[in-house]
């Protein structure tokens, strides 16, 4: 089912939803079970699996001499999405991204989750590799997530890359696209990333999700900023509960987040990882207490591997 019907058919309840990395390539698919077994209690509605481009390593030879080795760490989205669907009857979301596809992959990727019966895709730019500063995109792919939404709501016109095929199936997504509260780290202002949103909306989105955020007056502001632009489509919370000491700086640094001070305060007081853990969860039932009376449409979780403190909050929450 779609993400949109979920929302509707929720009548205005809030839903409980998550995101899971697949595996490092090499290990098996029993982690993200486990994390799913650990959560599936609270009726999520739908679980997202996100995608992780190829990198590129540089090997120093025995003649000094580099050579170039692309490797892909977690391979394995839609396999995983299959196996939610079938395993669990939960929708399950694949992430797609604009780099490392040309167009015509993202053709091939999108009739495979087709025919798997998958109902949802969240549209992404991704990030520049990690040997590259900006982004670039691939020869005949897309630059921006709002080409790759075009894309996907041509398919769902009936509408493929080939001129000469008739009579396609129109595929049927929901298309659900990013937000930063707080800004993309690479747009010059808010507002200018609010009017790139817009025009992901009306390329085809409909539905948003948010980059985590620990301060819910940025997301409350952002949704202000938002509705004032003429977004009408329902703007999902990504969260995460802190549970370690070295994530005070890891997410400022690699989500361009800010922690609210009484937050870092209660952080810093902590003797071990466990009192972390304690006040990351504290600090998330009380968003969450706070985004559910306001009506927010889903909790969306960003698991990063570790459920039994969603499991906490959840427990608190529904
Ligand atoms: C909920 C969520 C899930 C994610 N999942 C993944 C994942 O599975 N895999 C992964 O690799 N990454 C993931 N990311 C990270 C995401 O790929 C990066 O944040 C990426 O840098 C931006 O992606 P986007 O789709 O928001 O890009 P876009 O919407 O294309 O925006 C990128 C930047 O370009 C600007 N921009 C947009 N349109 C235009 C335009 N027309 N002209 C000029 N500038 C423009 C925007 O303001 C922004 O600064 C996720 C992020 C979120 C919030």
């Known amino acids: 089912m779609k993400v949109t019907e979920h929302i509707r058919n929720a009548q205005g309840n809030t839903l409980f939803s998550f995101e899971i990395l697949p595996p490092l390539k090499g290990d098996n698919v029993q982690s993200i079970y486990n994390t799913i077994d650990n959560l599936i209690e609270f009726n999520p509605a739908f679980i997202d699996v996100t995608y992780h481009r190829e990198e590129y390593l540089y090997l120093e030879k025995p003649n000094g001499l580099l050579?170039?080795?692309?490797?892909?760490?977690r391979p394995g989205t839609v396999g995983i999405c299959?196996?939610?669907?079938?395993?669990?009857?939960?929708?399950?979301?694949?992430?797609?991204?604009?780099?490392?596809?040309?167009?015509?992959d993202t053709e091939n990727f999108l009739i495979d989750l087709d025919f798997l019966g998958i109902d949802n895709v969240l549209a992404l730019r991704g990030d520049a590799i990690k040997s590259e500063i900006y982004f670039r995109p691939e020869r005949n792919g897309h630059n921006f997530a709002h080409e790759l939404v075009t894309q996907i709501q041509s398919m769902n016109d009936g509408q493929y890359l080939d001129d000469y095929l008739e009579n396609c199936n129109p595929t049927s997504f929901d298309i659900g696209v990013a937000a930063y509260p707080e800004k993309h780290m690479e747009a010059a202002s808010l507002q200018q990333d609010v009017l790139y949103l817009k025009q992901k909306v009306e390329a085809g989105a409909d539905y948003i999700v948010t980059q985590m955020f620990f301060d819910n007056d940025k997301y409350f502001q952002f949704v202000d900023k938002c509705r004032a632009s003429g977004i009408e489509v329902p703007i999902i919370p990504g969260l995460k509960p802190i549970a370690t000491k070295g994530q005070l700086s890891m997410i400022p640094h690699r989500f361009k987040v800010d922690l609210p001070d009484d937050l870092v305060v209660e952080i810093i007081k902590c003797k071990d990882n466990q009192a972390v853990k304690q006040v990351g969860i504290e600090w998330s039932i009380q968003q969450c207490k706070e985004l559910k009376a306001k009506g927010v449409p889903a909790l969306h979780f960003y698991s990063m591997g570790k459920s039994d403190n969603i499991k906490t909050v959840a427990q608190a929450i529904f």
């Not at 050579?67 to 760490?73: A, D």
């Not at 939610?84 to 040309?102: E, M, N, R, T, W």
């Open 67 to 73: 050579e170039k080795k692309v490797v892909r760490k």
């Open 82 to 104: 299959a196996a939610i669907q079938s395993k669990y009857k939960v929708d399950a979301i694949p992430h797609i991204l604009c780099g490392g596809f040309d167009k015509e």
